[in-house]
């Protein structure tokens, strides 16, 4: 035992190590995502956290908050974190127990710890194991994904880097709760749900939802996806708000998520949507992703898109108790359908349109220009994060269903009737080749602008261009942000790469259409969509230039 306590670790001792740049290092949508073999070359990891390091300043005795989702790599790459960061002189690290963290946990803690930032692991719902992806993510200290300015400083750094700093020491132990420390490094294990579980308790009316629960005529299925939310779900929906045991499904989190994609869509949650489908289904159902961020909403043999979703969310939010005082304003991605723009001019309230990420909700949730945001692809969240927030949308959920003791369905429907229904579908083309796939891209920068005035079928196009930001609080401009056709009928059709995949290109196709009359609210999506889709097709060239006759993946 040494003269400063049981905690401290022995003595180690800091050593430079040299390396040389990869030339791969540039975040994408959402943080570094690689292969997990990728990230297992030599330095290659350790490179883009000291890069991490490099471009900031003023961390020197702050607090950093570390976790992942606890994918297979999560935990090597916790220790080499940890003893960088102590080399690198680091205060504190909150570390989350077994290196579990969700992402909304992880923005959590650092607004609430006042951390100056957080390093998330993880490849979101890209598939985990040995041959999965593997994903490192940095958050500012507002809690939320660092901005362009600062990725692209990172980046900068990971071009020249040529050593790096880390201490040799032997592996911390992450999975007992309590204090210890790497030099003077302190490291807090803590328990990964309590923090984030208050929150949700302040802003969710608890006993509603567990009469609901206690009422035994409500029965909920959540599918953790054997990802992260597992044991934020038991805590939160079994043993905080009393529903059933078998309330949450596949609730521990596995190195590969057993073998699937942690996706919750109608196409990877396909256990779930069966569940749902059944004679006997459950009155709701939810499902989130790798790292907790995204959510999916069922109801009995019923769907919930993602923008209708955030709609729902907006025109009911006076029915929940930590929203009751009302809106400031809402925003979406700019894919997302504009579902939520009606609800927005209903309530008086601003909308903005950003592009696709949830960095570019942090300027506005910060100036409190926005309360509610979300995004086509799963993604629903507000200012009590800076993340998207997936269990915090079921709760929202729950709380609104709770107070209004209505169908999942009922309410959607009634929506519907109230606003217009917009039809919605993103078609994307998965793992093209990549210079096809920009070829595309470019020859639609090229053609667009000819499209105005045209007509595509019975749509006549008014607006179509190349999307372009500017960030209204910091005045940045974020361009070549998709091409979109807009139709005078409030049909739309957008084009964008994914910025997260790991393997060639991902075209996505997002089709919008719009209807006003109730007696036309029942078409299937599909099909109310399939004229949008041959026109989108035909518009890029899909089949021409890429030998694809459909999507991969339909969402
Ligand atoms: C996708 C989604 C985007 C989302 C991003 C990160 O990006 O389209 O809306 O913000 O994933 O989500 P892209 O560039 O592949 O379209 V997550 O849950 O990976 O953090
Ligand atoms: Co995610």
């Given at each position: 035992m040494s003269a400063n306590g049981p905690s401290l670790l022995r003595t180690v001792a800091v050593k430079t190590i040299s390396t040389r740049p990869f030339e791969d290092q540039r975040p994408g949508t959402s943080g570094l995502r690689k292969k997990v073999s990728e990230f297992q070359v030599p330095h290659y990891l350790e490179n883009f956290v000291q890069s991490i390091f490099n471009s900031l300043?003023?961390?020197?005795d702050a607090t950093l908050v570390l976790g992942g989702?606890?994918?297979?790599?999560n935990r090597e790459a916790i220790q080499s974190i940890l003893k960088i960061g102590a080399a690198n002189g680091v205060g504190r690290v909150l570390l989350g127990r077994g290196g579990i963290l969700s992402t909304p946990a992880v923005s959590c803690l650092i607004r609430k710890y006042s951390a100056f930032g957080g390093i998330i692991l993880s490849a979101s719902h890209n598939p985990g194991g040995p041959e999965g992806d593997f994903g490192v993510k940095f958050n500012v200290s507002n809690g939320g994904p660092a901005p362009e300015s600062v990725t692209e400083a990172i980046y900068a750094q990971s071009r020249n880097i040529r050593s790096y700093r880390i201490f040799d020491a032997a592996d911390v132990?992450?999975?007992?709760l309590g204090c210890m420390h790497l030099d003077r490094m302190a490291i807090e294990v803590i328990n990964p749900v309590a923090d984030y579980a208050g929150l949700m308790e302040k802003l969710f009316d608890f006993d509603a939802i567990s009469e609901l629960f206690a009422s035994g005529s409500f029965r909920m299925r959540y599918d953790a996806?054997?990802?992260?939310?597992g044991p934020y779900a038991h805590e939160i929906?079994?043993?905080?708000?009393?529903?059933?045991?078998?309330?949450?499904?596949?609730g521990e989190p596995l190195l590969d998520f057993?073998?699937?994609?942690?996706d919750p869509n109608l196409v990877y949650a396909h256990d779930l949507v069966a569940a749902m489908s059944?004679?006997?289904?459950?009155?709701f159902g939810a499902a989130s992703d790798g790292d907790g961020d995204r959510n999916m909403i069922l109801g009995r043999r019923f769907f919930v898109t993602p923008s209708d979703s955030l709609a729902v969310l907006a025109a009911n939010a006076r029915f929940v108790s930590g929203y009751s005082e009302g809106l400031s304003g809402v925003a979406r991605s700019?894919?997302?359908?504009?579902?939520?723009d009606r609800v927005a001019a209903h309530l008086h309230i601003p909308h903005y349109e950003t592009p696709t990420?949830?960095?570019?909700f942090g300027n506005l949730l910060d100036a409190g220009k926005i309360t509610l945001c979300g995004e086509e692809s799963f993604g629903t969240g507000s200012d009590h994060v800076r993340e998207k927030d997936g269990l915090w949308a079921v709760l929202f959920w729950l709380n609104i269903l709770s107070a209004r003791r209505s169908s999942v369905e009922q309410l959607t429907r009634a929506h519907w009737r109230e606003?217009?229904?917009?039809?919605y579908s993103r078609h994307d083309y998965e793992g093209l080749d990549k210079e096809v796939a920009e070829r595309v891209i470019a020859d639609l920068q090229e053609s667009?602008?000819?499209?105005?005035?045209?007509?595509?079928g019975t749509h006549e196009v008014t607006l179509s261009d190349d999307f372009s930001y500017?960030?209204?609080?910091?005045r940045s401009l974020t361009e070549h942000q998709g091409l979109r056709i807009v139709c005078s009928d409030e049909a739309r059709i957008v084009y964008r790469l994914s910025?997260?995949?790991?393997e060639g290109a991902t075209l996505r196709i997002y089709l919008e259409r719009y209807e006003r009359d109730p007696s036309r609210q029942d078409l299937d999506c599909q099909a109310a969509l399939a004229d949008l889709a041959a026109a989108a097709r035909q518009i890029a060239r899909i089949e021409e230039k890429t030998g694809r006759r459909r999507p991969s993946l339909i969402t």
């Open positions: 300043e003023g961390f020197r989702d606890g994918r297979f790599h132990d992450i999975d007992q996806m054997h990802a992260v939310t929906l079994e043993r905080r708000l009393g529903a059933p045991a078998e309330t949450v499904v596949n057993g073998g699937k994609s942690p059944g004679r006997e289904a459950p009155d700019m894919p997302t359908s504009r579902a939520v990420g949830w960095k570019y606003y217009g229904r917009h039809y667009i602008a000819a499209l105005k005035g045209q007509r595509i500017l960030d209204p609080v910091d910025g997260t995949g790991t």
